[in-house]
C-alpha cells in the first residue's frame, strides 16, 4: 500500500483504529485461488499483500463516503420509522386504547402460549420489553403520564413514543394477516409478509448504522422479498438479480420507495443520488461490489 503522506496517515490510524479502517482497504488485497488437492474444490485466501497501485488514501475515502451513507441511511430510516409508528398507532388505536396489549389482537403464533405452559408468548416478551422502556424512559411525556396515571399501562398513541425500529418491526410481524396486508397496501406492496421482510432488512440497516459499522458492501442478513414480476414495479429490474437483493442497494431501493410514499415531496432520493456520484474513484472497487446493477440509475424508482 502506498503511503504518500505519513503523518495524515499516522492521524488517522490514532482516531479511527486500525481495525476499522482496515475493513475498508480489505477489498484492495490479493487473492490466491488454489484447488484442494484431496477434495478438487477451489479455494480462495486472502493475502496480506495489495493489488498494484493501492493507496492509503482509496481506504480512507472509502471510509468517509461510508459514513456519509450511513447519515443518509438514518435520515431515510426516521422518516420510515415514525410513519410506521402512527401507521400501527391508528390501525390499532381504532379499535381499543390498549389494544396492542390484547393478545387477541396478534396471530396466533405471537400471542399463543407453546408447548411449556410457563413460557411467555412472543407477545408476552414484546409488552415485557417495552414496558421496561417505559419505566426507564426520562422523556417529558413518559415522565408526565407516570406522575398523572401512576400504575398504568399507556394508550397505544403513547407508547408508540417509546417503540424502537426493533419493537415496530417484531410487532408488525406479529399482527394478523389482514392487519399485516392492510399497512403493507398503503406503500404499494400488495402482501405483508413481503413488507414484513422489508422491515427486517431495514431494521437490520438501522443496527449497522447506529453501530457505526460497514455499510457500504455488507451483506444483507436477511434477503427481502420483491414477489412475483409487475407485483412492485419498480423492482422488477433486481427479480433475478441476487447480488442486488443480497447487497446494499436492496435497502436502499427500499428505503427509496417508502420515503416516496411517506412524502412524495422529500429530496432524500435527490441527495443520496449525489452522493452516490462521489463514490470514490480506483481500479478495484465500484458500487457493484454494494449491489448497485449495470444501469440503475435509469430505473424507475430513482427518477424524481
Not at 25 to 32: A, G, H, I, L, V
Not at 215 to 225: A, E, S, T, Y
Request: aromatic content about 12%.
Amino acid at each position: 500500500m502506498e503511503i504518500t503522506d505519513e503523518p495524515r496517515a499516522k492521524f488517522y490510524l490514532s482516531r479511527v483504529n486500525y481495525y476499522r479502517l482496515s475493513a475498508y482497504w480489505y477489498p484492495f488485497r490479493e487473492k490466491q485461488t488454489v484447488v484442494d488437492p484431496n477434495t478438487g474444490v477451489e479455494q480462495t485466501t486472502i493475502l496480506d499483500t495489495f493489488k498494484q497501485g493501492t493507496h492509503f488514501s482509496h481506504a480512507l475515502d472509502l471510509y468517509v463516503f461510508d459514513k456519509k451513507l450511513r447519515l443518509m441511511a438514518l435520515d431515510a430510516l426516521e422518516r420510515i420509522e415514525i410513519a410506521l409508528r402512527a401507521d400501527l398507532a391508528i390501525l390499532l388505536g381504532q379499535r381499543a386504547p390498549l389494544a396492542h396489549r390484547d393478545p387477541s389482537q396478534p396471530h396466533g403464533h405471537f400471542s399463543r402460549r407453546r408447548r411449556n405452559p410457563q413460557a411467555e408468548t412472543e407477545h408476552e416478551k414484546w409488552l415485557r420489553i417495552l414496558d421496561g422502556k417505559v419505566e426507564r424512559s426520562r422523556e417529558d411525556f413518559a415522565l408526565h403520564f407516570r406522575r398523572r396515571y401512576p400504575g398504568a399501562d399507556m394508550p397505544i398513541w403513547v407508547a408508540a413514543e417509546i417503540w424502537d425500529f426493533g419493537a415496530l418491526s417484531h410487532l408488525y410481524a406479529g399482527l394478523l394477516q389482514a392487519d399485516r396486508d392492510a399497512i403493507a397496501q398503503s406503500y404499494g406492496v400488495p402482501d405483508g409478509r413481503i413488507f414484513e421482510r422489508w422491515l427486517r432488512v431495514l431494521n437490520d440497516v438501522r443496527n449497522i448504522c447506529a453501530h457505526h459499522s460497514r455499510l457500504w458492501n455488507k451483506p444483507l442478513v436477511n434477503i427481502p422479498r420483491m414477489g412475483g414480476p409487475g407485483d412492485i414495479p419498480a423492482f422488477d429490474h433486481i427479480q433475478a438479480d441476487r447480488r442486488a437483493q443480497t447487497r446494499v442497494y436492496a435497502a436502499f431501493a427500499i428505503m427509496r420507495h417508502m420515503v416516496g410514499v411517506i412524502n412524495p415531496n422529500s429530496s432524500w432520493c435527490l441527495f443520496l443520488l449525489e452522493h452516490l456520484g462521489t463514490f470514490p474513484d480506483n481500479a478495484y472497487v465500484s458500487l457493484k461490489n454494494a449491489g448497485f446493477p449495470d444501469g440503475w440509475e435509469q430505473q424507475v424508482i430513482w427518477a424524481g
